[in-house]
């Protein structure tokens, strides 16, 4: 039997969801009951099936946030969302640029001719002439369309959209974590509380820089599409 057959969850809701979910989950019970509910050694089936549940819905929540928070804020007021340097939108800043350097393949602009012919292919299917104006925003859903039409676009898109809403979840937790652990090594002098603050903020630095590769592997894919 495999395992699709009985875990009644998506790729998707396993990456975005469940797993956030247990780690903020874990972060609150560190914080606020001593660990006193994940060190149970007795759990039955329906204490399972209710902590599965809370962690689904709560991993809802923090997608949420972390969609406000790291996705909308963070690469709307501190950083250029990829697709706006992909296609020549905006020239990167010495932060985008260092952000490149660390993310590496596409947080760069494309090449100027491949830019071209994606803004044309995109202005083309939206019955604009050559000349008028278009967003990214607009190129992004010609692309997305287009997407299920090119053969193994979809494999790819989807497997960068698990990937990056995982990392951008997990690095709101890291976050959130920050928040909670500081707070808790505030009032305590135990050094295993400031370890753990320090992972966290590392886990939060990783997350991020793994969550902008991803996301800009995702809106890539997209457009890409358009050269097909």
């Known amino acids: 039997m495999s395992m699709k057959t009985y875990f009644p969850f998506t790729d998707y809701d396993f ?4 797993t956030s979910g247990v780690l903020t989950l874990s972060v609150v019970d560190f914080a606020f009951n001593g660990v006193g509910f994940l060190t149970r050694s007795d759990w039955n ?34 950083f250029s969302k990829p697709i706006a340097l992909q296609l020549g939108f905006k020239k990167p800043n010495i932060l985008e640029r260092l952000m490149g350097v660390l993310v590496g393949r ?12 994606i803004l044309d292919e995109a202005k083309t299917a939206l019955s604009k002439d ?27 898109i989807d497997s960068f959209l698990n990937q990056y809403g995982f990392c951008r979840n997990i690095a709101f937790v890291a976050l959130l974590s920050v928040g909670l652990l500081g707070w808790q090594s505030y009032f305590s002098d135990f050094l295993y509380e400031s370890q753990l603050l320090l992972i966290s903020i590392i886990v939060f630095i990783g997350m991020f820089i793994r969550f902008v590769k991803f996301l800009a592997s995702f809106q890539a894919e997209v457009i890409r599409c358009l050269l097909k």
């Open 45 to 78: 089936f329906v204490q399972i099936v209710a902590a599965v549940s809370a962690a689904y819905v709560v991993g809802h929540i923090i997608a949420t946030l972390a969609q406000l928070v790291i996705e909308t804020f963070a690469l709307s007021y501190l």
């Open 106 to 117: 596409y947080y760069t602009p494309l090449e100027s001719s491949i830019q071209r012919k």
């Open 15 to 18: 990456y975005a969801y469940l």
């Open 130 to 156: 050559l000349e008028d104006p278009i967003s990214a925003e607009d190129v992004f859903q010609v692309g997305f369309k287009r997407s299920f039409t090119v053969d193994g676009a979809r494999v790819r």
